[in-house]
């Protein structure tokens, strides 16, 4: 059984806003009996404010589908149209604290649910492309049919093609074989071979210097394979060169990171605006470490220094 | 008040007697059966022991027919993989769209390494028709594999005829019959089965044990190559205890099996009826007539099988469901799909699959619990209406 958050379970047991709005002038239906769930979300919709006033679900679906149904319909009450639009599927599961991935799809029913009946208030007509296609990857919730279009469109040839225009393949790579079958199927229609990578690549993060970038700095050959042992400097470069390649993915958020000193396998850092008090600041930091794992071909070890351990090394 | 166990098709819980046979076998008895000492020696008498136990379950005319793998899966995969290494000529499987995924993955798989497989199709009631199945057995085809009974429906195939007729055409047969073991009568000596795979977790012993039943004389190849356990048929030092333990849960199931076609049978259909009775909207899937003694399969319409259990889940009772919205697909099970059960029905199908520790009491409070589990869904689907059930279909989804 699935592991759901006490918040989806609460959302399961106990919904919120069930059964249909009695008098609602907006209607959204999403899904069908042969996709395995559907959606059907009623608004009272204020037409002098376009406020929403009350917001009732019917669902037919698993689990976290009535679970995120319920989130949607709470999370819209109150809002007007053109605020309730800006919620999207990931508010709907961040609401949940989180669903399972092979459950995301459930948040996507919501969020088109909302959509479709904002639609319907404004009598507009939406035009809905949804296909229902085998899931393939379940940690991004990509179906067969995305993938086998982003192949298609972009002429895709490697799985890891496939994971940087979808994010398919990124995670557990339980999916790779199944991509690796539709590469193959496309490919083949096109008359071409697909041909493997023979191992595995290391997956490093994106703006992450690679080892053969030094190569050309240093006019050294570091075959990724046999790392060759780095002098203290060309460590130390190639430290400061993955920090430049992520830093301005954190600057872009109002956030910095600085290196403070490489102390063999620990390397000190601080982190600067927004980083500080972001609680995702868990993550860049496992993020940063594993770059510069990738990088280096070593094991070390990040570290944040506070202000007042910043001042003391200062003073050493 | 107890939690209701009624998923033993899943897996079954280890019987007392069971787990007190094969605690020794931790302990003092931990002798490598392969070794010359007489730690070893009396492990492998115990191995033997556990062998011709297994013998009589199956029927079967030797004891050397026994060979111990790890899994229902791994003696699947065996069978399969090595009929078709025994005999490179042949490139054709028959197995039928019910199968477990242990069957129909590998054979998909094998489809993509260019083999062809024939899946057999099933009617409403998940019943083959054999004159199809005659026509496709000829000499090109390397096995024919069909289960004993289905894991979800419970129906039971009529294996043994369709042995003769593969043997008639001089073709390989293997059963997987990890639903069926310990349930229905087994006697592979008078049969044209060569191959048959079982689970010991699904007849009381501990998961990770299984058996694959190899007829003297059948041309093989070991999956797993390496010492010579199991006569070199498969390689691996024996996981002792739980060979220990398989061996008396199959002595244990020989026991029990007039009472589980019996009372447990009488238990399973109290419920079915007992359901049926008191929701309206829901219907039995399978061949009622010729199924597992235990297992009931349920489908309820309008309302999807993972709520249901979550549900149910909530009051202490344990089922299943053959909706495969639980592996993250939103499809019905394959088996619903291959019977034609409606989509308006097969996503809200629940299995009960009782055991002989099942009690009445039980099959009450489940009976008690049901129908208002499926009542709260349907009041929040948006099927569940008077214009659907009238045939007029009010919900019109954008994409349906
Ligand atoms: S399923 Fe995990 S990465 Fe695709």
Redesign the pocket.
């Known amino acids: 059984m699935w592991e759901y958050s006490e918040k989806v379970k609460q959302h399961f047991f106990d919904p919120k806003n069930a059964g249909a709005v009695v008098d609602a002038n907006a209607v959204g239906d999403v899904g069908s009996l042969s996709c395995g769930d559907a959606l059907r979300l009623t608004l009272k919709v204020n037409p002098e404010s376009e406020r929403i006033d009350e917001a009732g679900f019917q669902t037919f679906g698993c689990g976290s589908a009535i679970a995120s149904s319920s989130a949607l319909t709470e999370l819209i009450k109150g809002l007007t149209l053109d605020e309730a639009l800006k919620i999207d599927n990931q508010d709907i599961a961040d609401f949940l604290d989180g669903l399972p ?1 092979e459950k995301m799809h459930c948040s996507v029913m919501g969020q088109e649910a909302l959509e479709a009946a904002v639609a319907n208030y404004r009598g507009e007509e939406i035009v809905d492309d949804h296909e229902e296609g085998a899931l ?5 919730a ?1 179906d067969d049919i995305k993938v086998r279009e982003t192949v298609r469109k972009h002429q895709l040839s490697s799985v890891e093609d496939v994971t940087n225009y979808t994010k ?9 074989e199944a991509i690796e079958h539709i590469l193959e199927e496309e490919l083949s229609a096109l008359g071409q071979a697909f041909k493997p990578a023979p191992i595995a690549k290391r997956k490093a993060a994106a703006n992450v210097v690679q080892i053969q970038d030094m190569q050309v700095e240093t006019g050294e050959s570091y075959a990724p394979k046999k790392k060759a042992k780095l002098s203290n400097l060309q460590r130390m470069k190639l430290v400061e060169k993955t920090l430049e390649g992520i830093r301005p993915t954190l600057q872009r958020d109002h956030g910095d990171v600085e290196l403070i000193e490489i102390d063999g396998k620990h390397i000190n850092v601080s982190l600067k605006g927004a980083c500080t008090s972001c609680q995702l600041a868990d993550d860049t930091l496992s993020g940063l470490q594993k770059a510069l794992i990738d990088a280096l071909g070593e094991l070390v070890e990040l570290h944040v220094l506070s202000e007042k351990q910043q001042h003391n090394l200062g003073g050493l | 008040m107890n939690d209701i166990y009624m998923d033993n098709n899943a897996t079954t819980m280890v019987a007392p007697e069971v787990l007190e046979c094969m605690l020794p076998f931790f302990c003092e008895q931990y002798g490598n059966a392969s070794s010359m000492h007489s730690f070893g020696n009396k492990v492998g008498m115990a191995l033997r022991e556990a062998r011709q136990q297994l013998q009589t379950l199956l029927g079967a005319e030797h004891d050397s027919e026994v060979i111990f793998t790890s899994c229902g899966t791994e003696s699947d995969s065996t069978a399969i993989l090595s009929a078709l290494r025994a005999q490179p000529d042949r490139k054709e499987i028959i197995t039928t769209e019910v199968e477990h995924p242990a069957i129909l993955n590998l054979c998909n798989n094998l489809e993509l390494q260019g083999y062809t497989v024939h899946y057999l199709k099933v009617d409403k009631q998940g019943c083959l028709d054999l004159k199809a199945y005659k026509s496709l057995l000829s000499e090109r085809v390397a096995l024919v594999s069909v289960m004993w009974a289905n894991n979800e429906t419970g129906n039971v195939y009529p294996v043994e005829t369709m042995a003769a007729m593969a043997e008639a055409a001089n073709v390989m047969f293997h059963t997987d019959a990890v639903q069926a073991a310990g349930k229905l009568p087994i006697n592979l000596a008078n049969s044209s089965i060569h191959m048959l795979s079982l689970s010991g977790h699904k007849l009381h012993a501990p998961k990770g044990i299984g058996v694959l039943y190899l007829k003297r004389g059948t041309r093989f190849r070991p999956l797993l190559r390496g010492g010579h356990q199991e006569r070199g048929r498969r390689a691996g030092t024996e996981n002792t205890a739980s060979i220990v333990a398989l061996g008396k849960a199959a002595e244990l199931a020989l026991a029990h099996m007039a009472y589980e076609n019996s009372v447990v049978s009488k238990l399973r259909d109290k419920l079915e009826q007992g359901i049926l009775q008191a929701v309206p909207n829901c219907f039995v899937t399978g061949n009622t007539l010729k199924r597992l003694p235990n297992t009931t399969s349920i489908a309820f319409e309008f309302i999807e099988g993972e709520a249901l259990l979550l549900l149910l889940n909530k009051q202490g009772i344990a089922a299943s469901s053959g909706s495969a919205c639980t592996s993250g697909s939103l499809e019905p099970s394959h088996v619903m799909k291959a019977m034609g059960i409606p989509l308006t029905a097969a996503h809200g199908t629940l299995r009960f699959s009782l055991s002989r520790y099942n009690t009445e009491e039980e099959v009450d409070r489940v009976i008690a619990a049901v129908p208002g589990i499926v009542q709260r869904l349907r009041s929040l689907s948006p099927y569940w209406s008077e214009g659907v059930q009238s045939g007029d279909a009010e919900f019109a989804p954008i994409y349906a």
């Open positions: 991935p393939i990857c379940k940690c991004f990509v398919a393949g990124g995670a557990c790579s339980s999916c790779h």
